[in-house]
């Protein structure tokens, strides 16, 4: 027997704490390949740039590894969808069984997709060995709350930002209470960039940019939180709460999309290295770096080995890269960063494929990077 074998059964086989997902589609959605394309489970791409995705390498290894998901022979992505469809059809739960087969549990950001679209987070709970746990996503409570106050009647800017002060502290303290809830994610990543101001603007600044937001939106089409100093104070007000709750021995962390989106995203601002001066500041809170920060998984790493309350998520880039990429992405972490600095996630969402083919390739790559660093300690040492 190969002495490397118990690590390889070990890596192949342990449970998984899927650290950041989101729902999946219900039986009636998950055909419905104009809203959510099965292409997307290899891509962050959209409109015509996914057509694209069909001659790339993710896609093309995706199609091989399905066939085996899919108990039938897939010679291209017209088989895939064929085989999706049939599965579907036929045994929608059975295919989302074999998806998250080796999942102990799902901690899921519940606020992507169409509300009438998706699966409530506990329905998933019947797949998982362990109950789902919720991510609280809080540009997504602060939007639900500004439509709120659009709603009702509009007063003085800062009669309106006092309201709104107080109701987003008030969300924040009922989800650090919840049981279900386990954690934070922002996005302000996308919003207005990772350059986050570590101090709060004043009232008065404050006040101009919720009122700024109010008035790009209306009621029927809802708002988008995307003005600097509000943003900022967002994270700036969750990242206080968590470090209040955890001299109470409650720990949330917050967790920051970092690196690897779609092109909403401005690449240079998704460098987690811009978080640094927050990381410092607030260092009681727990931090985690979500997607491998790709393409900057180094300075993420830089981050996760000198703050102790920072911690690196090995998760989106898989199935969304290569496979050469994603061994060096892993060996890339390892670097610098604590080997109990690492978390692991498929951001798995819509398609129970997602998480299939996120775990069968992570577990694949992580096999290959440890036992290539332990053979070379070994060569070492003897």
């Known amino acids: 027997m190969d002495r490397l074998d118990p690590l390889r059964h070990l890596i192949q086989h342990h449970p998984i704490i899927d650290n950041h997902a989101h729902n999946l589609l219900n039986r009636e959605s998950a055909t419905d390949y104009d809203s959510y ?69 799902l901690l899921l950001d519940d606020l992507l997709g169409d509300d009438e679209d998706v699966e409530k987070f506990d329905w998933h709970d019947s797949f998982t060995v362990s109950t789902t746990k919720r ?14 106050l659009a709603s009702s009647e509009r007063k003085a800017g800062e009669t309106v930002w006092n309201n709104f002060r107080q109701r987003f502290q008030n969300a924040l ?9 386990v954690g934070f994610k922002s996005v302000v990543c996308y919003r207005t960039g990772l350059d986050v101001d570590p101090y709060s603007s004043d009232d008065t600044t404050l006040a101009g940019s919720l009122v700024r937001t109010l008035d790009s939106g209306t009621t029927r089409s809802g708002f988008r939180v995307e003005d600097k100093p509000l943003n900022d104070w967002l994270v700036q007000q969750t990242l206080k709460a968590i470090s209040f ?33 927050l990381i410092a500041q607030y260092s009681k809170a727990d931090i985690v770096l979500l997607h491998s920060a790709y393409p900057y998984t180094r300075e993420a790493g830089y981050l996760a080995s000198v703050y102790p309350n920072v911690y690196l998520d090995l998760g989106e880039v898989f199935p969304m ?45 992580l096999e290959t990077v440890r036992c290539d660093l332990l053979c070379f300690l070994c060569s070492i040492a003897y």
């Open 245 to 277: 709750k955890k001299m109470a021995g409650v720990v949330k962390p917050l967790q920051f999309h970092t690196g690897l989106g779609d092109d909403d995203i401005n690449l240079v601002r998704a460098n987690p290295a811009y978080l640094q001066p």
């Open 173 to 181: 303290s009922e989800a650090m209470e919840d049981p279900n809830v």
């Open 37 to 105: 394309p099965l292409e997307a489970i290899t891509s962050e791409a959209h409109g015509q740039a996914l057509e694209n995705a069909r001659t790339t390498l993710p896609l093309l290894r995706a199609t091989n590894q399905l066939s085996e998901l899919y108990g039938c022979p897939c010679e291209n992505w017209d088989d895939v969808q064929s085989a999706h469809d049939r599965w579907v059809r036929e045994d929608y739960d059975g295919l989302i069984r074999r998806s998250l087969e080796g999942t102990h549990a």
């Open 321 to 365: 890269v290569s496979r050469d990429a994603q061994e060096n992405i892993l060996r890339q972490s390892l670097e610098l960063t604590p080997a109990n600095r690492l978390l692991w996630s498929t951001d798995g969402h819509f398609h129970p494929e997602t998480f299939w083919l996120a775990n069968r390739q992570f577990r694949q790559a």
């Open 135 to 148: 991510i609280v996503r809080i540009e997504a409570v602060a939007a639900d709350l500004i439509l709120q």
